[in-house]
């Protein structure tokens, strides 16, 4: 999966996590977390290790169990969220890559060794592979109105009174725009239909994209009012 849609995958975890901790940090937490994954596989995989494949050590199930674990003791030991949401988008990460697709690399080390295609695709290659992702630039929105909504909400009371009225409309539009677009890449998987708006080919990558956007068009419009 794409960079933004696990970006906004992990949003879309930190908003449930910040609602039921009531702790706002767990936004960004969840956040970086969905990105982790990639942030350290990418350039080990493709760079340092030139396997020409990132999806290795931390898009592990091991990992993720790791950083269960470690968020699982601060938050008893501390009562602090932010671990716990990390590993929340770790997981929403290994999700919209659909590890079990994988297992040999998913359950490392215990069915042997990583396995890759070693098609040898470089940075560049996925750098425009993004740039050429029509969902990509949809989720593009929805991450620069989330991040107005995460500065501004509780903080900036002058900026806030005079721009949320502005922003709650920009919600609403959002919240429609993302939940049709995020319907018909789901639909078109059972309708059997060639979709415009992704260059993605298994059925199963478009079923969870579609459900990524259309759930970014919900919290969306849990973000309007804010307070």
């Known amino acids: 999966m794409f960079i933004l849609s696990h970006l906004v995958a992990g949003i879309i975890v930190g908003i449930i996590l910040a609602r039921a901790f009531r702790d706002r940090r767990a936004i960004p937490a969840a956040a970086f977390g969905a990105l982790l994954p990639d ?104 991450v620069i109105l989330f991040g107005l909504a995460y500065l501004y909400g509780g903080r900036y009371e002058a900026i806030r009174a005079r721009f949320a009225p502005l922003l709650d409309r ?17 639909g078109s998987v059972f309708l059997h239909q060639p979709c415009m708006l992704t260059a993605m080919r298994s059925p199963e990558d478009h079923l969870i994209c579609g459900l990524v956007i259309a759930l970014a068009g919900v919290a969306a419009f849990s973000c309007r009012n804010m307070e």
């Open 39 to 142: 942030i350290i596989d990418k350039p080990l995989g493709h760079v340092f290790l030139a396997m020409g494949y990132g999806r290795i050590y931390s898009h592990t199930l091991l990992f993720l169990l790791c950083a269960v674990l470690v968020g699982t003791i601060v938050y008893w030991r501390y009562r602090s969220v932010l671990a716990l949401a990390a590993a929340a988008g770790i997981a929403s990460h290994q999700v919209l890559d659909a590890m079990w697709r994988e297992p040999t690399n998913w359950l490392y080390p215990f069915l042997g060794p990583f396995s890759y295609s070693g098609e040898g695709r470089s940075i560049v290659d996925l750098i425009m592979s993004e740039l050429a992702e029509p969902t990509e630039w949809i989720l593009f929105a929805a």
């Open 170 to 186: 920009a919600f609403l539009v959002l919240g429609l725009l993302l939940l049709a677009a995020g319907l018909w890449v789901a």
